[in-house]
């Protein structure tokens, strides 16, 4: 049974930081994608950032480009997302992914931290 148990979440000032982490378990792909998803309330899950175990290439949102790093740590199947300079607008729940692809069908998630950016 795959699992993943992300942490890191809390609450931050605009402009604030925040690192968040995620251990995945029980799965048997050779080759990974591996990530992190948000849904602010009232409106979609979206892709923030996602990172490849083989080559570690990434791909981030617009949203978040230049402002988050998301890094792997794959003998730990474990990925991280540093996330700079918060704004109001990035308060979401965010889910930890993993899945052949950086596509969310088929992929299986975490439960969620809760990212807050308030004054």
């Known amino acids: 049974q795959v699992q993943l148990v992300e942490s890191g979440g809390g609450l931050v000032h605009p402009g604030g930081s925040l690192k968040l982490s995620c251990v995945a378990s029980?799965?048997?792909?050779?080759?990974?994608?591996i990530g992190w998803f948000r849904q602010a309330p009232g409106g979609e899950r979206e892709r923030v950032a996602c990172?490849?175990?083989?080559?570690?290439?990434?791909r981030y949102s617009n949203s978040v480009k230049d402002r988050f790093t998301i890094s792997i740590d794959a003998p730990k199947n474990s990925v991280y997302l540093e996330m700079n300079t918060l704004k109001e607008e990035d308060t979401a729940v965010y889910y930890c992914?993993?899945?052949?692809?950086?596509?969310?069908?088929?992929?299986?998630w975490g439960q969620g931290t809760q990212v807050t950016v308030s004054s």
């Open positions: 029980g799965f048997s792909y050779d080759y990974y994608v």
């Open positions: 992914m993993i899945n052949v692809n950086c596509d969310p069908y088929g992929a299986h």
């Open positions: 990172i490849s175990s083989d080559d570690g290439s990434t």
